[in-house]
């Protein structure tokens, strides 16, 4: 098959992750249009929210020079970020809820200045907006990914793969976001992936190491789950009904029961369920 970037298949640590929750959960958040607008659905919460703006403020300075990266409090940049999702538009139905998680954001930031570690040292940018490459051309299909953090190893000419962590709660064991954001690396840019952490920036001062996968074996795991993906939607299995927690917020997005607050910058319609019955109350201590 030729390669076609817009009729490819694409998938990304989140979209598989859907397709691995649930079937209907990857159709109701990367297939379905409302008949009305065509444009897909995103469900916005508190936790999402706050999620986005650490990133972003992140994201920003790993773009400027090592002796200028903390010239400017990142709290004072976190302000401006979260503007974007104050309110109903960050899946926030009061100012006190809001309150609370606009604090948690800042208590990373202020981690991270006071203990910034890899963060002052050079870091790698793949320019790309997306990075993307083609895991399979002979079978169209695209991976691609967001990677948080790249510091640059200069001793050695390697990389350290840094993923930020917003909520509480672990990796899981067989998560497929390491084997994805080694691929990207790998296929991206000359230099090797010699190093993988997860920071953990609400629990710990410093990155926590973790085991790289194999490129051969993580090649096979994300090619297998995508062609999985790719059969599933030629045959049309992917929109059936199916009783999965996860798929109940869109589910009652669909019937009515949500709130549309925003279109966002990539043309999705963004909605908020009442006393954000999308949020999972629980949490890991």
Request: aromatic share 8%; charged share 30%.
């Amino acid at each position: 098959m030729a390669t076609d970037k817009y009729s490819a298949l694409w998938v990304s640590h989140s979209s598989i992750q859907d397709y691995l929750t649930s079937p209907r959960l990857y159709y109701l958040k990367n297939m379905y249009r409302t008949p009305e607008t065509n444009r897909k659905i995103r469900i916005m919460s508190p936790a999402l929210a706050l999620g986005l703006s650490v990133h972003e403020v992140l994201e920003d300075i790993s773009t400027l020079p090592v002796d200028t990266r903390f010239n400017e409090s990142l709290i004072a940049k976190f302000d401006e970020v979260w503007k974007k999702v104050s309110g109903k538009k960050g899946g926030f139905l009061s100012p006190d809820v809001e309150q609370q998680y606009k604090e948690r954001g800042k208590a990373m930031l202020r981690r991270v200045m006071e203990n910034p570690g890899p963060l002052k040292n050079k870091a790698v940018k793949i320019q790309m907006d997306l990075p993307y490459y083609y895991i399979s051309e002979e079978e169209n299909i695209i991976l691609c990914g967001k990677l948080d953090w790249l510091e640059y190893l200069e001793e050695k000419d390697e990389l350290n793969i840094i993923d930020f962590k917003t909520s509480k709660r672990e990796e899981r064991d067989g998560s497929l976001q390491l084997p994805i954001y080694t691929l990207l690396v790998h296929n991206l840019q000359k230099r090797k992936a010699s190093k993988a952490s997860y920071w953990y920036l609400e629990l710990e001062d410093a990155p926590r190491e973790a085991v790289l996968p194999d490129l051969e074996g993580a090649r096979d795991k994300v090619l297998k789950v995508a062609r999985q993906i790719n059969t599933a939607r030629k045959l049309g299995k992917l929109g059936k009904p199916e009783e999965h927690p996860a798929t109940i917020p869109y589910e009652r997005i669909l019937k009515g029961e949500g709130e549309l607050v925003h279109i966002d910058d990539f043309n999705q319609e963004i909605y908020i369920l009442p006393e954000n019955s999308n949020e999972d109350k629980s949490e890991i201590l």
